[in-house]
């Protein structure tokens, strides 16, 4: 093992020349294309009643269902082009990407599409997407690029917190903008993540910590929806045909499901009773169609691809190369914990997809576009 074990929490690495091998990880790439293809055909199965009974797409039951099929084919040949690309490609377009990621939301409160209370999407004509996944793999990218360039000052306040801290102050405003509390919390938990592979002294994260508790309070304050979801999330039965229906609903699909489910596209909630069954609530219908065994399969194997990515971050020959792995890895384990969580009531309901789950053709792009660079980083492994 090149890369020191022992040495992942404080992210001190020797660095060596790259010595790149021509072969990606097969196990990952494995995992991922399995992932994709079950999250394809639930895709189908928990939005054909929706797509049938909606004029918006034709009365078309496959509607969703082609359309991801179309973005998963193409993001496949997305990931497997942008595995080809060394990683000092990725190095030096980290500072551009996450100009175009600040820019991109930027722009959002001005020409965004708005849905319910938030402005989170931008229209391209024939899909929308939303600036925060791309701010997301772009962080990571350039904190990685940072850590490298400041690695012997990284204890410092001035090099070690101070430009990390400014890049996630204006992402952060620019959420909150919008307003979007997940994607805010997603980006600190990785920001905080990267600063600790790095090797940023562990007291700094007690001031995030304490900084964080007042941040939620301001929130709570100003915005009285985020007050009202955690009242929601502590009684949803306290009113089921309002706040709480969504919730509700998930909770009968987990239910209902039993040991083996009942059966692939036999769900009932599927017949727009579950909000949202198809996108982030679609965990709600792999339980009910395939029941405790097939949901429990389905973590197994996202599990499996978050140890291989750690396991492959371990292996990296450059500090570069290991600290995008593991930070990407980390965003993946932090979507699937958190999206499962709000589907089963753990945490306030709040909009999280399943990654290669849930439908969103722009999201499956950057989500495979994400596994296209640890496949890049995987050709470095001394695997």
Known sequence: MQYAATQLGRGVVRERKDTRSTRIDLPFAALTLLLLTIGVVMVLSASYARAYYSAATGHNAAYYFLRQLGFAAAGTVIMFALSRFPMSFYRRMSFPLLAVSVALLALVPVIGVAEGDARRWIDLGFTTFQPSEIAKVALILYFSALICRYRAAMSTFRYGILPFALVLALILGLLV?????????????????????????????????????????????????????????????????????????????????????????????????????????????????????????????????????????????????????????????????????????????????????????????????????????????DI
């Open 177 to 381: 903008l919008e307003p979007h509390f997940s994607a805010a919390v997603i980006v600190v938990a990785i920001g905080g993540v990267m600063l600790f592979l790095g090797g940023a002294r562990l007291y700094w994260f007690v001031g995030v910590g304490v900084t964080a508790l007042a941040g939620l309070g301001v929130i709570m304050l100003f915005f009285p929806y985020a007050s009202q979801r955690i009242a929601t999330w502590l009684d949803p039965f306290a009113n089921t045909s309002g706040d709480g229906y969504q919730i509700v609903q998930s909770l009968y699909s987990i239910g209902s499901g039993g040991l083996f489910g009942l059966g692939l596209g036999q769900g009932r909630q599927t017949y727009m009773y579950l909000p949202e069954e198809h996108n982030d609530f679609i965990f709600a219908v792999v339980c009910e169609e395939l029941g405790f065994a097939g949901a429990c399969a389905v973590l197994l194997l996202f599990a499996a691809l978050i140890v291989r990515g750690y396991y492959l971050a371990l292996h990296m020959r450059e500090r570069y190369s290991f600290l995008v792995t593991a930070g990407v890895t980390t965003l993946l384990a932090i979507q699937v914990i958190l999206n499962v969580a709000v589907v089963t009531n753990l945490v306030p309901c709040t909009g999280i997809s399943l990654p290669f789950f849930s439908y969103g053709g722009t999201a499956l792009l950057i989500q495979l576009a994400e596994m296209g660079i640890v496949l890049s980083a995987s050709r470095g492994a």
